[in-house]
């Protein structure tokens, strides 16, 4: 088993910045990827970024430019970093980690962005 567990969410105004963790642990050899989503209140889940187990990185259209997603080097914990922030991507960010052929997910932490 995996688990997956974010944090560094909070409540932060429209320009400012966040970071996230993830870090997973348990049986993660084999990890391939792990991914970052969020859940505005009342949508649908949106894909917002992806690093490989090479270190490439994929971001969703709405936050390129805005938010860079690193690891450090045990490459089970992944950071996103969130800049000039906007009302619209206050979520419940979660964290997934793609092992062997298994999905997991975190519980998600709350960013919030008021105006």
């Known amino acids: 088993q995996v688990q997956v567990v974010e944090s560094g969410g909070g409540l932060v105004q429209a320009g400012g910045s966040l970071r996230l963790s993830c870090a997973a642990s348990?049986?993660?050899?084999?990890?391939?990827?792990m991914g970052w989503y969020r859940q505005a209140p009342g949508k649908e889940r949106e894909w917002v970024a992806t690093?490989?187990?090479?270190?490439?990185?994929n971001y969703a259209e709405t936050v390129k430019g805005r938010v860079t997603m690193s690891r450090v080097n045990d490459k089970n914990t992944v950071f996103l970093q969130m800049n000039s922030l906007k009302t619209a991507d206050t979520a419940v960010y979660s964290c997934?980690?793609?092992?062997?052929?298994?999905?997991?997910w975190g519980k998600g932490t709350q960013a919030t962005v008021s105006s």
């Open positions: 997934n980690s793609y092992v062997t052929t298994s999905l997991y």
């Open positions: 348990g049986r993660t050899f084999g990890t391939n990827a």
């Open positions: 690093m490989t187990s090479d270190s490439n990185t």
